[in-house]
Structures are given as C-alpha cells and as structure tokens.
C-alpha cells in the first residue's frame, strides 16, 4: 500500500510539470541557457527536475494562476531586457494554450545569460540567477 502511494505521488508530480508546460508558449522547447538541449522544468533553477527552488518565471508564472496572461508575457522575470513573451515565442502576447505559437522560443524567461555556472546554483546577469547563496 505504501509503495503504491509513493508511485501515486510520484506519478502525480510528473504529471503536473507536463501540465504546466502546456500553459506556456513553446513550453517544450525552452533552450537550455547552458547549452544544448531544452530546459524542461521551465519555472525552477535546476534543468533536472521540478523540486528545486522556483526562479523568478515560476513564482511570476504562479502568481499569474499558471495561466500564460498578457500581464506575465509583458515581464521581463530573468531580468535580461526581454521580456518573457519574446524569449518564449510570443513577442505580441496573443498566445493561447493549445495554439502554435507565432515564433520559436530563443531565450529561458527564469535565467538570463551570461549563466556563469550551470547545475542546481546558477548565477549570471548580475546575481539574478543566484540561489542558494
């Protein structure tokens, strides 16, 4: 029984990082500010998973009720000076879940560049990337 609830929660958070994605233009292809490859769990720190601390897209994105608005798309989260709609594909804020976006993403909306060190504590643009410190 207990194994079962582990896998149920488990399962569960998978789930909703999936979810989550498809709320977001080009969700599943966010470019991996390390590079190389794409940067699954968009709104947190680590490209790993989904548990590590949010960075500033995942609580921007949270407190928008995990809903792509024209309010979240105008941001600027990662503090680069551009804003999450352009780094995502969706320089007018017109997106809609479920319809192709009008570009493809070319920037991560939660870490700016320069990322001068990649893994769980990534830092770059002037400390704004900088967790756990």
């Known amino acids: 029984m207990l194994r079962l609830a582990i896998i149920s929660v488990v399962l569960t958070g998978a789930l909703a990082h999936d979810y989550y994605r498809d709320r977001i ?5 966010v470019p991996n500010p390390c590079g190389g490859g794409t940067w699954a769990p968009v709104g947190h720190f680590d490209p790993s998973h989904h548990t590590i ?3 500033q897209f995942g609580l921007d994105f949270a407190n928008a009720g995990h809903q792509w608005t024209a309010a979240l798309c105008k941001m600027d989260s990662d503090g680069d000076g551009m804003s999450n709609g352009q780094e995502l594909g969706d320089p007018n804020c017109v ?23 990649c893994g769980t504590y990534t830092c770059g643009c002037h400390g704004h990337n900088c967790v756990g410190k």
Do not use: E, L
């Not at 233009?25 to 292809?29: F, K, V």
């Not at 997106?95 to 060190?117: E, F, L, M, R």
């Open 95 to 117: 997106w809609t879940a479920g319809a192709a976006p009008s570009g493809a993403a070319t920037g991560h909306p939660g870490i700016c560049n320069p990322v001068t060190a």
């Open 53 to 55: 601390q949010k960075n």
């Open 25 to 29: 233009p080009n969700g599943y292809s």
